[in-house]
C-alpha cells in the first residue's frame, strides 16, 4: 500500500440502525497540511455523506471538533496527519458522553454544569466613567484559566467524572476559579460556596490528568487546588473569630463578678 494513504476505521453509531454500533474502514490519501477534519471532510464528500461529526470554527477556538483519535482525546482541526506516526487511525466520539450520532457526544450536562456556578461577574457599584481596572499581575494570573474553549476534552480522561456525572469537572472548575480570583468580582466568595462539596472540588483525585491532555493548557487541578485552599482559608477565619467572641464572652462575662 501507498506510504499516502491512510486508514481510518471509524467507531459509527445510529440508533435506528441495526446493529447500532459497528466500526467502519475508510482509506484516504494523505495531503501535505492535512489535518484530521479535513480527512473527515473528505471522507463525507468523497466516501459516505452520511459520516457525523461536529466542527464549527476550523480553528481551534470553538471546542466544537473534539474526539478520541488511537485512545487520547484531540482538537480533529488541529490535528495535522503528518506528524502521526501512525498509518491506521481509530476514531472514536469523546468518551464518559452518551453518543447521539457517530462522532458527536451530548454535553448537556456539561453545560448544565457550567450554568449552575453563574460564570458571569457580580458588581453592585454604579458603572464607572471608564472600564474596570485591575492590577497587570493578577490579570495576568487569570490568563491561562480564560483560554478554556469548552471542549469537553479534559472530561474523557477525568475519573471523577466517569464515575460520578454530578461532578462540575476540570473546566467547570477552572471556570469557577477564573471568577472567585478576579478582583472585580463582588461576590467571590459566593463562588466558592458553588464549589464546596462532593460534587465540587473535594471530588477531585488530583490526577492531573486533565491537564495533560488540555488542548489549550488550561491548569484545571492547579484551579481546583486554589479553590480548596480559598475554602479552607474562609473556614480558618470562621472558626477565630467564633474563637474571639468565645473568649471575648468568657472574659468579659467572668469580669464581672471580679
Not at 456556578?117 to 497587570?136: L, V
Request: with cysteine; hydrophobic share 35%.
Amino acid at each position: 500500500m501507498s506510504k499516502n494513504i491512510l486508514t481510518l476505521r471509524i467507531s459509527r453509531f445510529n440508533k435506528k440502525r441495526d446493529p447500532s454500533n459497528w466500526v467502519e474502514t475508510f482509506l484516504i490519501e494523505k495531503k501535505e497540511g492535512m489535518n484530521l477534519l479535513e480527512a473527515l471532510f473528505k471522507i463525507r464528500d468523497e466516501q459516505d455523506g452520511s459520516l457525523g461529526f461536529r466542527y464549527s470554527c476550523r480553528g481551534a477556538v470553538c471546542g466544537s471538533c473534539g474526539m478520541n483519535l488511537n485512545g487520547k482525546p484531540v482538537l480533529a482541526c488541529r490535528t495535522i496527519l503528518e506528524k502521526l506516526k501512525e498509518d491506521v487511525l481509530f476514531i472514536e466520539p469523546l468518551s464518559n458522553f452518551p453518543v447521539i450520532y457517530d462522532l458527536i457526544v451530548d454535553m448537556t450536562i456539561f453545560f448544565q454544569h457550567h450554568r449552575s456556578i453563574n460564570p458571569y461577574f457580580f458588581n453592585d457599584k454604579h458603572p464607572p466613567f471608564s472600564e474596570y481596572i485591575m492590577e497587570e499581575e493578577k490579570r495576568k494570573h487569570l490568563d491561562p484559566y480564560i483560554q478554556c474553549i469548552h471542549c469537553g476534552i479534559c472530561y474523557t480522561t477525568c475519573p471523577a467524572f466517569g464515575r460520578n456525572k454530578n461532578f462540575l469537572g476540570p473546566a467547570i472548575l477552572s471556570k469557577a476559579y477564573r471568577f472567585y480570583a478576579d478582583t472585580r468580582n463582588e461576590r467571590f466568595r459566593e463562588m466558592l460556596s458553588k464549589v464546596d462539596s462532593l460534587s465540587g472540588v473535594w471530588g477531585c483525585n488530583t490526577v492531573f490528568k486533565c491537564e495533560n491532555v488540555c488542548p489549550k493548557d488550561v491548569p484545571s487541578t492547579h484551579a481546583i487546588l486554589n479553590l480548596r485552599r480559598g475554602i479552607l482559608g474562609a473556614r480558618l477565619i470562621l472558626v477565630k473569630n467564633c474563637l474571639k467572641r468565645f473568649l471575648n464572652k468568657i472574659f468579659f462575662g467572668a469580669k464581672r463578678y471580679v
